[in-house]
């Protein structure tokens, strides 16, 4: 793998490190990558998975901004 990998991961949507983890998951489940290839791929998964659970903690951290107001529910500012 590139040393990049890491500046790589982070520049992609939640939605396009999903499609790659999911590739590399089929690829491994088919058992058709040599062991060396196995071992990189199997490193970048885990890099996309550790990205793709950042994300979605971000984005339940933004859900949970939403408050209730006397004239009903409102989104308060997400502070990062």
């Known amino acids: 793998m590139a040393k990049d990998d ?3 991961i982070a520049t992609l949507t ?9 590739q590399i998951v089929q690829r491994l489940e088919k058992g058709q990558v040599d ?4 071992i990189d791929i199997y ?7 550790a990205h793709c659970e ?6 339940e ?3 949970e ?8 529910p409102a989104a308060a500012p997400f502070e990062k």
């Open 6 to 8: 890491k500046n790589d």
């Open 14 to 22: 939640f939605e396009q490190a999903l499609a790659q983890l999911e």
């Open 35 to 38: 062991l060396e290839e196995s």
């Open 43 to 49: 490193e970048r998964g885990s890099k996309l998975k």
């Open 54 to 59: 950042a994300k979605l903690k971000d984005a």
């Open 61 to 63: 951290a933004r859900i």
């Open 65 to 72: 901004k939403i408050v209730i107001t006397p004239s009903g």
